[in-house]
């Protein structure tokens, strides 16, 4: 390979020989003018091929020189607008064929740079974080798409800008904003429409040795639905979610604060602990929905009767609380004692569910500070122990603290321990209260009565564990215990021969709702070889009509296996004679509040006279419950009841009292009760 300068060298010796020949050629022309006319033509000729030979090899060199000079040009523009699809070709063997090549390797380098600065632009285009490229003074040079939406500035807007001018913090400086900006933490930047969003916000140094690119590279993240999270986590950890009040450890911590500026002041402080009554039958009959819309429309007529300053609560469940600062203690149970009748009458209100009205009530338990308690724990407790009180005295009252009320509460939480063992350590024993016809005083049945035997307790009755049991959950578990139980006694007087008719057992809503309970029977009486026409279930008038389209249907179920059925504490709810046709209802039971005074109360006497005769009219036999004197039986007999039960025939009896009772009247066909006629029974009564 011939290099540039060599080929330069051949071309100029060609053309100064070609020259030189013209100029000999010349020459000799000028020294022979006498020369002929051929001879000057051939020297002219020799002389202009010369000069032209020269001439042509000079435009050939630089023609092709100015061709490569022309190829490198034009790759050189295009690879200077970015273009670098197009190799340049090394047409050449000298030094332009090896600056074509070494432009060709360029343009191949910048055709890789290109495509992993491309690569590296999609990458953090493709980001969800915001990218801050920035110089070691803090000017912007590159920001990716995803900073250029979070600060809704252009790539262009953004070149230049400070980084420290992106966020939002007027009591730092332009210094103490870049400092912080280095460091990993929130901060909130400042969008270019003046919107601020709270962002993650780190830094880092760009490590080069080039110092061109030396600088720091800042990624910002939006955290506005974390924030937002926080918030509403902050929010639920201290307010109910349903009520929007105070829920238990908000309340308790206003409360304790509330302590501490009643004690500071010497003034009084009044804890009200609210409970509804018999709440988890609206849950159990319309559905927990309905029970929560309850809550929510309780919580509103709550919070428009309080007087300002009151702070209200949700405890849990249907349990609320609130308190009163600020008063006199000289008349702070006056004060306490208003508020809660206003309470209990907003309460009184019907509530409207599911298209109906229903009536709730509640009890209320009130205690003092400082009289009571000065801490926020013992003030609830003690609040809650009134509470208690209340309830058990019927509800829908208010009560105040007194020492005595923690005795009871303590010991109301060892027996609804004790209770969830008491079967399996045999504790409960079924007692049978004799029904008697009053015509004759022969027993007819007998209703089973549940008694808790508890050891260190004594008899406890099912006043006092039967809310326990359904507190507990145990309520289920407890009724089939007691239909076994019944079972077992009926097949053994049956055994012996004597029948005690009709064996009456309290039935409860939730054993009623169970779907099982049907199917649990029919396969309980199989077991025992009873049959169900021996047996009868009380139900009373609140479970009837809790859901009556539902409760039908399984009563009829029932009726339809055998089993008697009847209305217990008749007169005590809310039927009507028009829903009482459509169950099949077999007797109706008056309540002994009605008998108890139906000698002294002429109202009383007219109910009672009037539920027998309605009872007749249906065809339902009348059974009056807590029969206690000779003058209550007369009354029932000459009204026509068709049985009594009650502490007039005796306690409620062991079964082997109730089999002795059942062979006595067997043994000697009369009444085994001495105040009644001791006729001999004919054929046709003992049918009867």
Known sequence: M?????KFALAGAAIAVLLVVACVSLAILLRRPGGGALGVAAVSAVGIAAVAAAAWLAFVMGRRITQALEQLNYSTNR???GDYT??????????????????????????DTTITKNYLDNVLNSMADAVFVARSDGSIKFTNLAAQRLTGASAGALYGRYVAT?????????????RRACEVGEAVLRTESGQTIPVSFSGSEIETADEQFSGRI?????????????RRIRYLARYDALTKIPNRMQFQHLLQQAIARSLRSGTGLALLYLDMDHFKEVNDTFGHGAGDRVLEALTERLTSTLPEGTILGRLAGDEFALFMDGISESNAREIVRHLSDDILNVVAQPFHVGGQEVFLSASIGVALCPRDAE??????RNADAAMYYSKQNGGNSCAFYTPEMNAAAVERLMLKSKLKRAIEREEFVVAYMPKVNIADGRITGAEALLRWRAPGHGDIPPSQFIPLAEENNLISSIGEWVLDRVCQDYAGLATHGLAPGRIALNLSLKQLRQASFILDCASLFARRGVSPKQLELEITETTLMADPKRTIGMLRELAAMGLHLSIDDFGTGYSSLSALQQFPIGTLKIDQSFVRDVNEDRNDATIVRTIIEMGHSLGMLVVAEGVETRAQLDFLKAAGCDQAQGQLFGEPCSIEALSHLLAQQAGSSASPFPFFPRKALTGSDLRA
Do not use: F
């Not at 030094?95 to 343009?107: A, N």
């Not at 800042?218 to 926080?230: L, M, P, Q």
């Not at 801490?375 to 609830?380: G, K, R, T, Y």
């Open 79 to 81: 690879i200077s607008q």
């Open 2 to 6: 011939r290099s540039l300068k060599t």
């Open 375 to 380: 801490n926020v724990i013992d003030l609830i």
């Open 218 to 230: 800042y990624v910002a993240r939006d955290i506005t639905d974390r924030k937002r999270a926080e």
């Open 166 to 178: 992106l966020l939002h913090a007027p009591e730092l400086s332009e210094e103490d904003k870049l």
């Open 86 to 111: 197009q190799p340049v070709r090394a047409l050449r063997d000298d030094e332009l064929g090896d600056l074509q090549r070494t432009v060709d390797q360029m343009r191949q380098s910048l055709a």
